[in-house]
C-alpha cells in the first residue's frame, strides 16, 4: 500500500481546535467526509460541535453515541453526525451509510476505524491525539487526506501555514 501524506496542527487549547473547524469549513461541499479517530476524551466531539458551528448549526451538538447518527441543519448544507463506537455490522448495512455519505450534508464519523471497510474511498481522515508536553488542553491533530479534494484542501492549508 502506498503511504498517504499526513497532515498536523497542533492544538494548544479548544480554541485552537475551533479554528481549525473554522479553517476546513470553507472547503466543505455537499458530500464532504470526514472520519475522527482518538481515545475517548481527545476531542472528536468537541471538534465535530465546531464543525456544526462553523456551517451554521443553530441547534445543540451533543454525542451521538446512543443514537448512532443524528441529523442537524446547517446554513448550507445538513450536517450528519455520526459515532459508530456501538454500531455492528447488521446496524451498519440497516442505516445505509452511503446515503449519508453521498448525500447533500457534511458527515463527520466519530470511531470510523471500526467501520473503515464501509467508509467512502475519499475521505478526509482524522487522528486526534493528547501531546506529551504536559499541557492538558493540548491535542495533536493528524489529517490524512484520502483522494481529492481532500489533498488539495491540506496543501493549500499547508501553504497558508495552518498545517504542518
Ligand atoms: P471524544 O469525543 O473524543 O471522546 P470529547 O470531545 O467529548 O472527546 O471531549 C474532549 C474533552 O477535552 C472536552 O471536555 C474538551 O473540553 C476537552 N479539551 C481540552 N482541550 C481540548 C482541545 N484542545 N481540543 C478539544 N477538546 C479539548
Ligand atoms: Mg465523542
Known amino acids: 500500500m502506498v503511504e498517504s501524506t499526513s497532515y498536523l496542527y497542533k492544538a494548544e487549547n479548544p480554541e485552537h481546535t475551533v479554528s481549525l473547524a473554522a479553517r476546513l469549513a470553507p472547503y466543505f461541499r455537499p458530500g464532504t467526509v470526514i472520519t475522527l479517530d482518538g481515545d475517548l476524551g481527545a476531542g ?22 446512543f443514537t448512532i447518527i443524528k441529523e442537524y441543519e446547517g ?10 463506537y456501538r454500531l455492528s455490522q447488521d446496524e451498519a448495512d440497516e442505516l445505509g451509510l452511503d446515503e449519508y ?9 466519530e470511531w470510523s476505524s471500526l467501520i473503515t471497510e464501509l467508509l467512502p474511498e475519499d ?40 498545517l504542518q
Open 75 to 84: 446554513e448550507r448544507f445538513p450536517f450528519y453526525h455520526m459515532d459508530v
Open 123 to 162: 475521505r478526509l481522515a482524522i487522528a486526534i491525539r493528547h501531546t506529551e508536553d504536559g499541557n492538558p488542553e493540548g491535542r495533536m491533530f493528524t489529517l490524512t487526506p484520502h483522494g481529492n479534494p481532500y489533498k488539495e484542501w491540506c496543501e493549500q492549508l499547508k501553504e497558508n501555514g495552518i
Open 101 to 109: 455519505f453521498f448525500g447533500e450534508g457534511i458527515t463527520l464519523v
Open 44 to 65: 472528536k466531539t468537541a471538534f465535530s460541535k465546531a464543525v456544526a458551528r462553523a456551517i451554521g448549526v443553530s441547534d445543540v451538538v451533543n454525542s451521538p453515541t
